[in-house]
């Protein structure tokens, strides 16, 4: 009888889980860039930094959650030894009302904080769509007062400008859940004396609140689809509708496009809108109040808008509201001219600290998508390059001068710029091709004549990249201003003058 065959082991494919991707150094250095700018601006604005954990309880990240249609919420969740259910973090809001309650008595009030960090959502990935994303948020817990909400547009702001987004290219878009919620009171989907008893109640609100911001991606007829019967998309999944009456509709959509030409006519089409609803009331008067803040502040309705569209897709919020929409257009992968839209939002949630102390605490924030930020700085071209620029690289012609080569790069590191030697094994031509995969600005060559003379060669990769097609021989490239012959002891000063050509 034959033996068997000893069966290789299986090796595992080498790729990403779906929905998760690797960020490489030039995608890497840029969200780093961006992330420093933003944060240089909520540290002015007087925020300070927090750091919370990965994981919470599952209990903790509440009923509010971002996909209702998956198991857990839409959270990646497991048990513990203990048998407690945890999730990783699906924002940087959630962990923020728990540090909230459970340092109350030793953070002051307000408490005032930015975060930066990876989340997950365990939904469907798609083009664009990740299961893994960048969040940048700055929140304000415990002032009650408009004035915070306004505060945080205008930081918004800012922090969009700081970015590299021109103020021509964005605006923030700001409403009020009370405002809707007064408009639901008037069609009988939303009772403010009993606003969570009902669940069929709460679930219909829900609905009119995710339907209505679909606006952007469904227009109004397939908003008012989803407000109705629901509606059918081109691969033949059905969505439930909300099941409102044609009247309904036309009055939720009335408050969609109520927008007119100023704040001020804005606001007197809601007031329409919500009647007699004391609810509704209070929240154009936050309106007007934060158009006026902001105003005041110098940022027009260029910058910051009052939008009733704006409704934000969470069930956590319970007042204003706001999104920063990029005005610019793009192709989409459809080759369809759109505008990029949102890359940030975020509002008042009064209610997420009080699920843990049982006592009304006053909130409000914002976050940025970072990563679709990011594709909205490439798509414009707006990226720093010197972000992504790689470091100087000194070429090791000969082995048995590493020493004399590692001195030549503590210089230049201690002189603050990036540097390294050439560790690989490869003759000079392989060493160059390391340099221009490593994005290398500058190359360092010193070889024995250059060592006699007491001289290095500068190698300015970056204009010899743009001048390489035009020459044709190695005096020609000797000659050209891309390379030069420098003393040794003038290293540091002439690398510093050949990187300021590209700065």
């Known amino acids: 009888m034959a033996k068997d065959k000893k069966q290789k082991p299986r090796r595992p494919k080498a790729?990403?889980?779906?929905?998760?991707?690797?960020?490489?150094?030039?995608?890497?250095?840029?969200?780093?860039?961006?992330?420093?700018?933003?944060?240089?601006?909520?540290?002015?604005?007087?925020?300070?930094?927090?750091?919370?954990?990965?994981?919470?309880?599952?209990e903790s990240l509440g009923k509010f959650l971002p996909d209702v249609d998956r198991p857990m919420g839409g959270v990646f969740g497991f048990q513990d030894d203990d048998g407690q259910w945890l999730a990783l973090r699906y924002d940087l809001t959630a962990p923020l009302a728990r540090v909230a309650a459970q340092y109350r008595q030793d953070l002051p009030s307000p408490f005032r904080r930015y975060a930066v960090g990876s989340v997950w959502r365990n939904e469907k990935p798609g083009p664009g769509r990740f299961r893994e994303f960048t969040q940048c948020d700055a929140d304000t817990v415990?002032?009650?007062?408009?004035?915070?909400?306004a505060e945080i547009c205008a930081m918004l702001a800012d922090a969009l400008e700081a970015a590299g987004i021109e103020r021509r290219d964005y605006q923030v878009r700001i409403n009020n859940r009370k405002v809707l919620n007064g408009v639901m009171e008037t069609i009988g989907v939303w009772d403010p004396s009993d606003p969570d008893g009902d669940p069929a109640r709460v679930e219909r609100r829900m609905t009119v609140l995710r339907s209505v911001d679909?606006?952007?991606?469904?227009?109004?007829?397939?908003?008012?689809?989803?407000?109705?019967?629901?509606?059918e998309d081109e691969s033949g999944d059905f969505t439930e509708g909300a099941r409102l009456s044609a009247e309904q509709i036309d009055l939720v959509m009335g408050f969609v496009e109520a927008e007119r030409e100023d704040g001020a006519a804005t606001c007197a089409r809601l007031r329409e809108l919500v009647g007699a609803s004391e609810t509704g009331a209070a929240?154009?008067?936050?309106?007007?109040?934060?158009?006026?803040?902001?105003?005041?502040?110098?940022?027009?309705?260029?910058?910051?808008?009052?939008?009733?569209?704006?409704?934000?897709?969470?069930?956590?919020?319970?007042?204003?509201?706001?999104?920063?929409e990029l005005t610019f257009e793009i192709k989409d992968e459809k080759g369809r001219v759109r505008?990029?839209?949102?890359?940030?939002?975020?509002?008042?949630y009064d209610d997420l600290v009080k699920r843990f102390t049982g006592q009304a605490t006053p909130a409000t924030g914002v976050s940025i998508g970072v990563d679709r930020l990011l594709a909205a700085l490439h798509a414009t071209g707006r990226v720093n390059d010197q972000a992504a620029q790689g470091p100087v690289v000194i070429l090791a012609m000969d082995r048995d001068?590493?020493?004399?080569?590692?001195?030549?790069?503590?210089?230049?590191?201690?002189?603050?710029?990036?540097?390294?030697?050439?560790?690989?094994?490869?003759?000079?031509?392989?060493?160059?091709?390391?340099?221009?995969?490593?994005?290398?600005?500058?190359?360092?060559?010193?070889?024995?004549?250059?060592?006699?003379?007491?001289v290095v060669q500068l190698k300015d990769l970056i204009l010899g990249a743009k001048l390489a097609q035009e020459i044709e021989s190695r005096e020609e490239w000797t000659a050209q201003p891309a390379q030069i012959s420098a003393p040794r002891g003038d290293l540091v000063s002439e690398v510093r003058k050949m990187l300021a050509r590209h700065s």
């Open 15 to 58: 790729e990403a889980p779906r929905g998760f991707r690797d960020s490489f150094a030039a995608e890497a250095a840029a969200r780093r860039s961006t992330l420093s700018r933003i944060t240089e601006v909520y540290h002015r604005y007087g925020f300070d930094p927090l750091e919370t954990s990965a994981i919470e309880y599952v």
């Open 142 to 149: 415990g002032a009650a007062s408009v004035a915070a909400d």
């Open 214 to 231: 679909k606006l952007d991606k469904f227009g109004p007829e397939g908003v008012r689809l989803l407000l109705g019967p629901g509606r």
């Open 283 to 324: 929240g154009v008067a936050e309106l007007e109040q934060i158009a006026e803040l902001l105003d005041a502040q110098g940022y027009g309705s260029g910058q910051a808008k009052l939008d009733p569209s704006v409704v934000r897709g969470l069930g956590y919020y319970t007042g204003p509201v706001y999104e920063a």
């Open 339 to 348: 505008r990029f839209g949102s890359v940030a939002g975020g509002g008042r």
């Open 401 to 454: 001068q590493m020493a004399g080569y590692q001195a030549m790069c503590a210089e230049l590191r201690q002189a603050g710029l990036r540097a390294e030697v050439f560790l690989g094994g490869g003759n000079m031509a392989k060493q160059m091709k390391y340099a221009d995969k490593r994005a290398s600005p500058v190359a360092v060559i010193e070889g024995d004549q250059e060592r006699a003379d007491g």
